[in-house]
Nanobody, 117 residues
Framework: QVQLVESGGGLVQAGGSLTLSCAVS????????MGWYRQAPGKQRELVAT????????NYADSVKGRFTISRDYGKNTMDLQMNSLKPEDTAVYYC??????????WGQGTQVTVSS
């Protein structure tokens, strides 16, 4: 089992920055890859960014490239998402995701990010 708890969401003006953090616990050594997803009202959940188990490979949605940075801190067992130049269209609930080497998927409870114009 893997437990994921997000934090760091909130209200920010357009152009501002936020850093989301995902605390990871449980069978962390089984984790293969992790990522951030988001879901806006009335829309499907979409991928924001992913990071490989070693942290060497990252992938971003086109809509956030150049503005968001995903990273992992193995000492603290956390995964962060640094979000800069935020836009109103970034408003969504952001979810932490982990996929294990056994192909099991885990989700956090989500954290709300609201960007005002």
């Amino acid at each position: 089992q893997v437990q994921l708890v997000e934090s760091g969401g909130g209200l920010v003006q357009a152009g501002g920055s936020l850093t989301l953090s995902c605390a990871v616990s449980g069978n962390i050594f089984s984790i293969d890859a992790m990522g951030w997803y988001r879901q806006a009202p009335g829309k499907q959940r979409e991928l924001v960014a992913t990071i490989s188990s070693g942290g060497g490979i990252t992938n971003y949605a086109d809509s956030v490239k150049g503005r968001f940075t995903i990273s992992r801190d193995y000492g603290k067992n956390t995964m962060d998402l640094q979000m800069n130049s935020l836009k109103p269209e970034d408003t969504a609930v952001y979810y932490c995701n982990a996929v294990t080497v056994f192909s099991r998927t885990y989700w956090g409870q989500g954290t709300q990010v609201t960007v005002s114009s």
